[in-house]
């Protein structure tokens, strides 16, 4: 079987998809991984086909101006205000990655498209191809529930109406903004109007839009009124056996000297979003560590967290692989996103989570519910006592560790690939008859 994985964003909305195309690859299946190009040599390294997408998306979210935009997007007004905003900052991007993709569609000519919910367009490909198409999300921010609003906007004692609604608004908003990208691309390759039907949110009408979510149950709980085409199958991580094709990762010899010289540190790392002042960032993690009375590593990322110079006590480092990182921290402090909270939580890591937007605060809470971290500290309250309150809890409560080590076991548990490789065999099965 032939799969076209597709992916946009960061590192931590690639590796996940990886380690899904690497359990794609060991079952036997000819994978190719579309994404930016800048994670070529990551793809390629590990022994898959890599075809390129366009990076714009990614560039803006590192530019001051992106960091703006997305710093907005939270509760219902600031979504309301900040979107147009967003769709006329990303209209150029998208007609280029609706380009890209359909380009690497018909490059790889595969028999199921597994997709990033940030291309759109796949149902669209798939449903004028006639061949199976799955969402893959590493979030729970597409499928729609009573029992909680969109994940951003603000939980209010009004039911499950308000619930639904909440979904109903991105839905339609998602079905307005991408109609046009779409329609554009249909005038030219779909002059039969075989995705006519098709929208970001479904394949065709009878035909629900399968969705696989790579995030554990025991993180956020499944939603009880999700119907049987949604999957939550645990994280997708990179498996030990499948990375050895790939350069093994050795620490550099000052990190390692650094880590054997003292107690386990706490790590602080922002990624790609240290914020629109990045330097006053940095100085106000400085000063919290050293007020916490912490050892810390802190990553500067793509968010240019720079520091002229630093205390003994303080590492800075460009970038580390978090599976073997955290295992060697005495808690993790950094903005929220999906990936960097499934590896901090694996690693039975306590989790300080000071969020921009999106679907970081989502994160934070549930790591707080869990007992595995403190309260998130939204981005525009963090301060240096408060940060450092939150450091000193994370790094010295052992009923706090002892919680995110229950945790831990419990993600160390699921093989999520491995369920995600075999729902997305039976899904190419049953529409393939």
């Given at each position: 079987m032939r799969v076209l994985l597709a992916t946009i964003g960061t590192r931590g909305d690639v590796q996940p998809f990886l380690a899904l195309a690497l359990g794609l690859n060991a079952a036997g299946h000819d994978v190719t991984v579309a994404t930016c190009p800048r994670f070529e040599s990551f793809i390629t390294d590990h022994g898959l086909r890599f075809l390129p997408l366009d990076e714009g998306l990614l560039t803006l979210l590192e530019s001051q101006r992106g960091r703006e935009l997305i710093g907005n997007l939270t509760g219902l007004i600031g979504v309301l205000r900040s979107l147009p905003k967003v769709l006329r900052e990303v209209g150029p991007i998208h007609h280029r990655l609706v380009a890209d993709a359909w380009s690497a569609v018909e490059a790889s000519q595969p028999d199921v498209i597994v997709y990033h919910p940030k291309l759109f367009c796949m149902p669209a490909f798939a449903a004028v191809r006639d061949i199976p198409v799955v969402l893959a999300l590493l979030n729970p921010m597409f499928v729609p529930t009573g029992e909680w609003p969109l994940p951003g906007l603000s939980r209010l004692p009004l039911g499950a109406a308000?619930?639904?609604?909440?979904?109903?608004?991105?839905?339609?908003?998602?079905?307005?903004?991408?109609?046009?990208?779409?329609?554009?691309?249909?005038?030219?390759?779909?002059?039969?109007?075989?995705?006519?039907?098709?929208?970001?949110?479904?394949?065709?009408?009878?035909?629900?839009?399968?969705?696989?979510?790579?995030?554990?149950?025991?993180?956020?709980?499944?939603?009880?009124?999700?119907?049987?085409?949604?999957?939550?199958?645990?994280?997708?991580?990179?498996?030990?056996?499948?990375?050895?094709?790939?350069?093994?990762?050795?620490?550099?010899?000052?990190?390692?000297?650094?880590?054997?010289?003292?107690?386990?540190?706490?790590?602080?790392?922002?990624?790609?979003?240290?914020?629109?002042?990045?330097?006053?960032?940095?100085?106000?993690v400085l000063d919290a560590v050293q007020r916490a009375k912490v050892r810390a590593v802190?990553?500067?990322?793509?968010?240019?967290?720079?520091?002229?110079?630093?205390?003994?006590?303080?590492?800075?480092?460009?970038?580390?692989?978090?599976?073997?990182?955290?295992?060697?921290?005495?808690?993790?402090?950094?903005?929220?996103?999906?990936?960097?909270?499934?590896?901090?939580?694996?690693?039975?890591?306590?989790?300080?989570?000071?969020?921009?937007?999106?679907?970081?605060?989502?994160?934070?809470?549930?790591?707080?519910?869990?007992?595995?971290?403190?309260?998130?500290?939204?981005?525009?309250?963090?301060?240096?006592?408060?940060?450092?309150?939150?450091?000193?809890?994370?790094?010295?409560d052992a009923a706090m560790r002892s919680c995110a080590q229950r945790v831990g076991r419990a993600i160390q548990a699921e093989n999520g690939v491995a369920r995600a490789v075999a729902i997305i065999e039976r899904i190419a099965a049953r529409d393939s008859a």
């Open positions: 308000y619930n639904r609604a909440t979904w109903r608004l991105m839905h339609g908003m998602m079905n307005l903004a991408s109609r046009g990208y779409i329609n554009a691309w249909r005038r030219r390759h779909d002059p039969l109007g075989k995705s006519a039907a098709s929208t970001p949110s479904r394949v065709a009408p009878g035909r629900p839009l399968p969705v696989l979510h790579g995030l554990s149950s025991t993180v956020v709980p499944v939603a009880e009124d999700w119907p049987e085409h949604v999957h939550v199958t645990g994280y997708w991580f990179m498996p030990l056996a499948e990375r050895a094709t790939a350069p093994v990762w050795t620490p550099p010899e000052d990190l390692q000297r650094f880590l054997d010289a003292g107690l386990p540190p706490v790590y602080v790392g922002f990624g790609s979003m240290a914020g629109t002042k990045p330097e006053a960032t940095t100085r106000l802190i990553a500067t990322g793509w968010g240019g967290m720079t520091a002229a110079s630093l205390p003994s006590s303080v590492f800075m480092l460009d970038a580390a692989p978090h599976e073997w990182l955290f295992l060697r921290m005495a808690a993790v402090v950094h903005h929220g996103g999906a990936g960097t909270t499934a590896a901090g939580l694996r690693a039975g890591c306590p989790t300080v989570i000071c969020p921009f937007g999106l679907d970081q605060p989502l994160w934070g809470r549930a790591v707080a519910a869990l007992g595995a971290g403190p309260d998130p500290i939204p981005q525009k309250r963090l301060t240096v006592e408060r940060l450092a309150a939150a450091i000193a809890r994370a790094a010295g």
